[in-house]
């Protein structure tokens, strides 16, 4: 780690300069933040299955043809990335009101949407990631036209194929944070997913019982967060069946 050159540290994240020009090396760190990081823990095992978690979601993704910025899982933390240039958006999908939807527009939590909706939030950790509207995208060259329709095209997909794997598995996704980049291929440029998707960026409850699998577990002090994300993982075949909870999990190769 000592002789990489690091790009960028996020609160769960960091980037380091990959081995060949135009890749990354993502590291999935252990820090569990939340309240735009006024709220911080670390947790043993966390990074290990949401790099495991991630590489599953992207790769199904790649194989129904959406396009990502992942290329390989290196180890337990790490995976090679393509390197892009991220869209200074969180796009936030929702199927069910729930967090700040619910308290923005007083719709009680657990109430399943009529549609889809998809939100867009800036990315400004000192702003705390404000709600914005398709005009301002527009207005300050956040993104054109063009770059949301395939944006808005490409979340729903995300969505359906998340929400299947989920429902196989019991789970209901609620909603869930992606982040989008541009690449170049010649002179054509194209939209990809990029940074992850794991129990960090989605809000998954159990379809039976509403017991929360995501990381509202942490904000809401409702119990072990590593055992909420083993239990995703197994259901999903991540980890073994008969596996244990524990803070260092052996995952499947």
């Not at 609160?11 to 380091?16: D, G, M, N, P, T």
């Not at 990809?192 to 929360?212: F, M, N, Q, V, Y």
Request: net charge negative; hydrophobic share 40%.
């Amino acid at each position: 780690m000592a002789r990489r050159t690091k790009v960028y540290e996020g609160k769960a994240k960091i980037l380091y300069e990959g081995p060949e020009p135009d890749t990354l090396v993502q590291y999935f760190k252990d820090d569990a933040t939340a309240f735009n990081a006024e709220k911080r823990e670390v947790i043993d095992g966390k990074g290990v299955l949401n790099n495991r978690l991630s590489e599953f979601f992207m790769v199904g993704l790649g194989q129904i043809g959406v396009p990502t910025h992942f290329i390989k899982r290196l180890n337990m933390r790490e995976q090679l990335i393509r390197a892009c240039e991220i869209i200074p958006l969180e796009i936030v999908v929702r199927n069910v009101a729930a967090g700040s939807m619910s308290k923005r527009l007083g719709i009680e939590e657990g109430t399943p949407l009529p549609r889809p909706i998809i939100e867009f939030c800036l990315k400004d950790d000192k702003l705390g990631d404000p709600l914005v509207t398709e005009e301002h995208i527009i207005a300050f060259n956040w993104a054109s036209q063009q770059d949301l329709d395939d944006i808005v095209a490409l979340s729903l997909r995300v969505n359906d194929f998340l929400s299947g794997c989920m429902l196989a598995v019991g789970i209901k996704l609620v909603d869930f944070k992606i982040e989008v980049g541009r690449v170049w291929d010649g002179d054509f440029q194209r939209l990809i997913l990029a940074d992850e998707i794991s129990p960090d960026s989605c809000r998954l409850w159990d379809i039976e019982t509403g017991k929360k699998l995501d990381k509202d577990v942490f904000r809401r002090d409702l119990g072990s967060l590593t055992d909420a994300y083993t239990e995703v993982a197994r259901r999903l075949g991540v980890m073994p069946a008969n596996s244990a909870p524990a803070t260092k999990p052996h995952l499947i190769n």
